[in-house]
């Protein structure tokens, strides 16, 4: 498996402000992943960062709401902006560990933000 | 229709039992399967891979049916470290699809 960090673990923000959680890995990866997981609900995938190009982000959300970094195999950001009530949520990054055909994949500890 | 669907539970069950829950999945095209535990205010930590022959990791067992598009997994003994909510996953197109999970309270 992998280590996976984020920060901030938590924070409450104001309304119509942006927040940047970091996610730090302890190995290079190739493919990792930011998900969203609301109040009761299971995950849902933000959109894929792979280092060296453009994340991929899924139906229901746009780079300018949500937008990634990727400078290197170990770290990645994602921004959450404009927040408003509704982004309340917890915010993973993960990261797929290949092995053959199993594609694994590790999720970090989580940010849980609150938006007021 | 959701594309990975499992019973919400919860499951309430004594120490001891065995317990199963089952999951489907609508995209026959979905290559790989998983079930996770997420333990409460936590991540969704890998519990196994789920292959179609069926594996086995101590009183963990999950099952694959690809023609009934039907996975299973069974807890045999089950202990009160095992109250957790269980995703049953899909991996498909380079991406995972979570089922909502199943919660199980093991009760003394």
């Known amino acids: 498996s992998a280590v996976i960090s984020q920060k901030p673990s938590r924070d409450i923000c104001q309304r119509g402000t942006s927040l940047t959680i970091q996610c730090q890995v302890d190995s290079q990866v190739t493919m990792m992943f930011w998900y969203r997981q609301q109040p009761g609900q299971s995950l849902t995938l933000i959109a894929t960062?792979?280092?060296?190009?453009?994340?991929?982000?899924e139906s229901g959300f746009v780079i300018d709401k949500f937008p990634i970094s990727r400078p290197n195999l170990t770290f990645s950001t994602l921004t959450v902006s404009n927040m408003s009530p509704e982004d309340s949520s917890i915010y993973l990054c993960?990261?797929?560990?290949?092995?053959?055909?199993?594609?694994?994949?590790?999720f970090g500890p989580g940010t849980r933000l609150t938006v007021l | 229709r959701k594309e990975v669907e499992q019973d919400p539970g919860p499951f309430n069950v004594p120490e001891g039992a065995t317990v199963a829950f089952n999951c489907t999945y609508s995209n026959s095209a979905s290559q790989s399967f998983f079930w996770y535990r997420q333990d409460c205010r936590k991540e969704p930590k890998l519990l196994m891979s789920?292959?179609?022959s069926g594996n086995e990791d101590g009183r963990f067992t999950a099952q694959l049916n690809r023609a009934s598009q039907y996975i299973s997994l069974l807890i045999r003994d089950s202990k009160l470290s095992d109250s957790a909510t269980y995703l049953c996953?899909?991996?498909?197109?380079?991406?995972?699809?979570f089922g909502t999970g199943t919660r199980l309270q093991v009760f003394p």
């Open positions: 960062a792979n280092q060296g190009s453009e994340a991929t982000y």
């Open positions: 996953v899909a991996y498909n197109t380079d991406k995972l699809i």
């Open positions: 789920v292959y179609s």
């Open positions: 993960s990261v797929e560990l290949g092995r053959g055909l199993r594609d694994e994949q590790f």
